[in-house]
């Protein structure tokens, strides 16, 4: 396995001091020596222990719940089950940035009401004075349940004699409500040109359809809450979070209270990538500790976290791609359908825009649906909606290249989106990276070398993500010593306080090391969205650099001050201030920062932002060198490399770790995480069963970062956090028939389908 | 619940005596008891180690091993690493290389990498590949932490030295 050095990777294009450099995160120390204080670390004095009771069955009427066992049991200091909400609000919806959800919805997701939707549904919870007694007190709550047929396909969850989940869900088309009682919770569709005319001038067409399996975010620190909910109404929830203000809003409806009763305290967080902006036990936690006058702590079992969380949807895609003889695309049409669970909400309308998002079409249709089914709630997972989907429609531009005898680099050139091409959903791109990513790939010497031995094939596929804007807040406070303290409200899960605090940094000629970045509660920051949609160095960093401006512009009033001269007077350059007229004047930031004790108040600056949702995005392609094993089908990486626009890359360092993180991410995706259900039950809830990469699993991942700025930023960020999930296991998936010509349409490419597709290959030429 | 068992062990260097269940893990002491939260959890069944620990120098998943097993030992955690003189050279290359992201499962990965160097002061890349194996990272994608656990190889040939105050 080569080793190759990133070290070119990102310099700013060299217009910066601090921005392309690699400075240490500034709470690396913290993580690196066990002081860091995670969600599942959160202890407090006199607290309790909880646990919650999961249902057993795929589909169940909840007949009667009796605690009274559990309650008698010694230790055991509360129990609650649904009936502890308060019914306020039933016929609202909280809305939040992935969409609009009824409150009758979240609720029952988080103790279910009448009916158990899936297995490890919740029906109950305990708090006692350890965790052992408050399992104990799990077996002793009685259940009657009445099973009721379930559900766990999604094209049979769409049939009109399906079981139905809720009597209540009815098929809502272009934003409709059709009065249908189905599992279609709705129906999604994009539209541009004249489909008939473009496939009608299509020397080639090629259709085919796609499967992939439920994957798990497989965050390594499972789902925790910690609750006191004191006598005088104020609750505050510790939790690992993507985003404390959505948790604030999401516990607040469910529970039937003002925001404003609920502070939200995120502590660091061990891993997200979607899954964590779902709220599963706060509202558990808050009951629990209103019923015991006692904080209560919730750590969710790794095996619950499989049955109960955040799973990406399962998903059928159907995708038909038409183009001229030269390789020019005409038409696309996809028609797909993601398993959101037991209640609506999946990424289609993600989904949908992602699908033909990497080239021009002038032709296109897709068409989406959302349909609920008997497993858990589905959640975001990295680029929600992108990695199905352009599995799908980069294995045809691979089949069209190949009929085409074009190559598959050029094919991509040659349709490549840029500036002025329409996106299916509607929105004309801005400057964007997609055509650079393609070039730096045909550059690359990775793209040169040949292989070295028989059943070896490579691939390249493109992907994209968008860059969600949203609100972020920052406040600083400039310290005597010169270095100043940063607060800012996005939950930092991959050194986003490095890459924000790097961009105040700029601003005022300081180096990165003079910040003190830290993430504020829901009582001492601005409103801040969440850490997702790839927008935290690209939304945060924005409102840091706001707030950056506020203190230059602050601190030369102070120097003006000091010097007694009018504010005109002052200038700011290369982190000095000077005088106009008078060149001995000079003051660095630090020796002003001395002198703010004799210059009246403290210099505060603030920054809010709110930049448009979804300008520009990031492109990445990436290549992936495989060989079969033609005995066994196992696939082994031999060699991968992702290349991605950033925009402006902060910290390259952390840019790298993204891609690294995202690429083997793909990698599991395409070849060995699945849920198994039999029988309606998951069959391998455990890290065990469930087998995400490990570091024996896959090479070195190279990187190439490319930096075409994105032309609304200060700094020209773009967000990089998702894309490259996207193209992995298309890249794969073409590297496999080019090692030994099947070509795989269902994900996971286990050993097992990779060895029947080659079987059935042998046994056809014979 | 049983009675509760008198226990006396050595961590990082110190003595330490607690009180424990006989079904408590010895995860469980150190995250609830003892105040020592470094040690993370990841799965509590022991396919990721978050937990890991060193006990008389074998590397060991502690939410696998009873509190009560702890009698006699010599035990090593994350928070035993570094010393008054400073970082172990594993952290130190970890913060150089950008090796964590979320950090939940940087402990586990600098106890097991420890165990590894003193052991086999300079691994091929294969070598810290399968060593660090039982560690799972779901942010990094391991290039980069193999990159630290190389360069720390590299650096510190005797990795037991910069330890001396904690052991
Ligand atoms: S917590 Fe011990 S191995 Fe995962
Ligand atoms: S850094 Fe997050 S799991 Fe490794």
Known sequence: MAATSNSENGNGNGKYKVIGTRPIRHDGLDKVTGRAVYGIDQNLPGMLYGQTLRSPHPHARIRSIDTTKAEALEGVRAVVTADDFSPAGDDEVISLVEGVFRLTHMRSNILAKDKVLYQGHSVAAVAATNIHIAEEALRLIEVDYEILPYVEDVHEAMREDAPLLHDDLTTEDFGEDTGTKSNIASHTQFKIGDLEKGFGESDVIIEHEFKTASVHQG????????????????????????????????????????????????????????????????????????????????????????????????????????????????????????????????????????????????????????????????????????????????????????????????????????????????????????????????????????????????????????????????????????????????????????????????????????????????????????????????????????????????????????????????????????????????????????????????????????????????????????????????VTILRFTMIQDAGTAIHPSYVEGQMQGGSVQGIGWALNEEYFYSEGRMQNASFLDYRIPTCFDVPMVDTVIVEVPHPGHPFGVRGVGEASIAPPPAAIAIAIYNAVGVRLRELPMRPDRVLAACLEKLAASH | MGKKLYINTTINGEAVEFLCEPRQSLLEIFRDHLGMTGTKEGCNDGNCGACNVIIDGVLMNSCLIFAVEAQDRKIVTIEGLASPQGLHPLQQKFLEHASLQCGICTPGFLVAAKALLDQNPDPTEHEVRHWLAGNLCRCTGYDKIVRAVLDAANVAPNTETSLQSSN
């Open chain 1, 219 to 634: 965050y390594i620190e499972s789902h925790n809450a910690t609750a006191e909910w004191k006598t005088d109404g104020q609750l505050t929830v510790w939790t690992s979070t993507q985003g404390a203000f959505g948790v604030q809003k999401q516990t607040a409806g469910i529970l039937g209270i003002p925001v404003s009763k609920v502070k939200v305290v995120p502590m660091e967080i061990g891993g997200g990538f979607g899954g964590k902006i779902p709220v599963y036990l706060a509202p558990q936690a808050a009951l629990l500790s209103k019923k015991s006058g006692r904080p209560v702590k919730i750590i969710m079992t790794r095996a619950d976290v499989f049955k109960s969380t955040g799973p990406t949807p399962a998903t059928y895609v159907k995708v038909k791609i038409g183009a001229d003889k030269t390789g020019k695309f005409l038409a696309a049409e996809a028609n797909f359908a993601f398993a959101a669970g037991a209640f609506p909400g999946s990424p289609v309308w993600a989904g949908a825009m992602c699908v033909f998002s990497c080239y021009s079409f002038p032709n296109a249709l897709v068409d989406g649906y959302d349909v609920v089914l008997n497993k858990p709630r589905s959640a975001a997972y990295r680029a929600p909606g992108a990695t199905p989907v352009i599995l799908a429609t980069e294995t045809i531009v691979d089949e069209i290249a190949e009929k085409l005898g074009v190559d598959p680099i050029e094919i991509r050139l040659l349709n490549a989106a840029q500036e002025g091409v329409r996106r299916v959903d509607g929105v004309v791109y801005p400057v964007i990276g997609c055509r650079e990513t393609l070039e730096q790939a045909k550059a690359h010497e990775h793209y040169r070398t040949p292989l070295n031995g028989p059943n070896q094939g490579r691939g390249i596929a493109t992907g994209f993500w968008v860059n969600a804007g949203l609100k972020s807040s920052a406040t600083a406070h400039v310290n005597e010593d010169g270095t100043v303290n940063l607060v800012e409200g996005s939950t930092d899960i991959g050194g986003s306080r490095a890459s924000i605090a790097m961009q105040f940094a700029e601003v005022l000629g300081l180096p990165a090391e003079a910040i003190n970045p830290s993430v504020g509660d829901t009582s001492s920051v601005g409103y801040t969205e969440l850490t997702g949609g790839s927008r935290v160095t690209f939304a945060t960093g924005w409102a840091a650099y706001e707030a950056a401006q506020e203190v230059k512009r602050k601190m030369m009033a102070k120097a003006a001050m000091y010097w007694e001269a009018p504010e005109e007077e002052v200038r700011f350059e290369d982190g000095i201030f000077l005088h106009a007229t008078d060149a001995d004047k000079k003051l660095s930031f630090k020796e002003l920062a001395g002198h703010l004790k004799d210059l009246g108040g403290a210099v505060v600056g603030s920054g809010t932002v709110d930049p448009d949702y979804g300008s520009g995005g990031s492109f990445t392609t990436c290549m992936a060198d495989v060989e079969v094993d033609p005995d066994t089908g196992k």
